[in-house]
């Protein structure tokens, strides 16, 4: 009998990583407590600042699991093709997302046809250029890949 690969638990995440000018560099620092997979820490440093994850949105941060972790950016210098992000401001986004929560099997009915998928919630956080921090979660539900028919 073969045996079933198991992607790696952790509690403690570390990136560095390039950006675009003035900030070149970034380092993410992210550590859960061992018993509850609840956030303790976020450390990020863009360029030269220190960016300040709030209490509140790092008490949202319940069973997160390291193992989805994203780090995107969106950062345009073209003068002659300005950027607008979806949250309305013109400049430098940093985009941490990850997978949270309990496991749940979601379900859906479109023209008569039901389908479901397994998984968790999904939240991104969101740094602007000015320091602004944002948080945004999708349940499962209300995601649009991976969704499945089913067929009994």
Do not use: C
Not at 21 to 36: A, K, R
Not at 63 to 92: C, F, K, W
């Amino acid at each position: 009998m073969a045996s079933v690969a198991v992607p790696v638990h952790s509690h403690k995440y570390y990136s560095e990583g390039v950006l675009p000018e003035p900030y070149v560099t970034y380092s993410l620092n992210i550590e859960l407590d061992v018993e509850t997979d609840d956030v303790l820490t976020i450390e990020l440093q863009r360029g030269s600042e220190a960016i300040a994850i709030p209490p509140n949105i790092i008490a949202q941060l319940k069973n997160v699991d390291l193992g989805t972790i994203q780090i995107t950016h969106e950062m345009h210098r073209s003068p002659e093709r300005p950027a607008y992000s979806r949250h309305g401001e013109t400049g430098d986004w940093f985009h941490i997302s990850f997978n949270l929560g309990k496991k749940y099997r979601a379900e859906k009915v479109e023209k008569g046809v039901g389908y479901f998928k397994w998984g968790k919630d999904k939240v991104e956080i969101t740094i602007i250029k000015n320091k602004t921090v944002t948080i945004r979660r999708r349940s499962l539900d209300k995601s649009f890949e991976y969704w499945s028919k089913k067929t009994w």
